[in-house]
């Protein structure tokens, strides 16, 4: 069964860092495209960013371009945002997804329970 | 504003159908594959629809999905109250090389 465990999450000032981790079980990790998707309080998903399989490519929404990088160990399965210049509107709930299968780029099949990032 | 656009609402009774709308772009839904993911309140999102208008494993074949253009639906046949809960399509988007999402759709089981 497929797995994802973040963590990193709480609260930080405006124009902090924080490092957000996901650990990653039940499946090939490595073969795997990886996304973070966020949700702020009440409100819709909105993609954030996401990584090829060997972490030669990768892409960010408009919103956190220049302030997030996104990165992966695939000896350690896990996934990792690293968010900095943090701003109030970064508030939500951080889920990592992967695809249903490793043959696809989207189609989350799977997510975690997500950590809550509060800027204030 | 989200780059896909669906209806903030929908509603329907126990045992109706109901359809749920997406509209995009020649940059998303008009060359990649649909998504939906359905999400109760407090948990995770989940995958309803796939490529389209596949289903993963578990998911009742009341839910089926369709595309046509730049636009998609999703479909709930025989509407049941468990079926209350937030719905998303999603597509990939050549623009942006990632995910673009739609703004959401609450469905209320009346």
């Known amino acids: 069964e497929v797995h994802l465990v973040e963590s990193g999450g709480g609260l930080v000032q405006p124009g902090g860092s924080l490092r957000l981790s996901c650990t990653a079980s039940?499946?090939?990790?490595?073969?795997?495209?990886m996304h973070w998707v966020r949700q702020a309080p009440g409100k819709g998903l909105v993609w954030v960013s996401r990584?090829?399989?060997?972490?030669?490519?990768?892409a960010y929404a408009d919103s956190v371009k220049g302030r997030f990088t996104i990165s992966r160990d695939n000896a350690k399965n896990t996934l990792y945002l690293q968010m900095t210049g943090l701003r109030a509107d970064d508030t939500a709930v951080y889920y990592c997804?992967?695809?249903?299968?490793?043959?696809?780029?989207?189609?989350?099949?799977?997510w975690g329970q997500g950590t809550l990032v509060t800027v204030s | 504003q989200s780059v896909l656009t669906q209806p903030p609402s929908a509603s329907g009774t126990p045992g109706q159908r109901v359809s749920i709308s997406c509209s995009g772009s020649?940059?998303?839904?008009?060359?990649?594959?649909v998504h939906w993911y359905q999400q109760v309140p407090g948990s995770a999102p989940k995958l309803l629809i796939y490529?389209?208008?596949e289903r993963p494993s578990g998911v009742p074949d009341r839910f089926s999905g369709s595309k046509s253009g730049t636009s998609a639906s999703l479909v709930i046949s025989g509407l049941q109250s468990e079926d209350e809960s937030d719905y998303y399509c999603?597509?990939?988007?050549?623009?942006?090389?990632?995910?673009?999402f739609g703004g959401g759709t609450k469905l209320s089981v009346l």
């Open positions: 039940g499946f090939t990790f490595s073969s795997s495209w």
């Open positions: 990584i090829n399989r060997d972490e030669t490519d990768t």
């Open positions: 020649s940059s998303n839904i008009g060359t990649s594959s």
């Open positions: 999603a597509s990939w988007d050549d623009s942006l090389s990632g995910v673009v």
């Open positions: 997804a992967t695809p249903l299968t490793s043959r696809l780029r989207n189609g989350l099949g799977s």
């Open positions: 490529n389209d208008d």
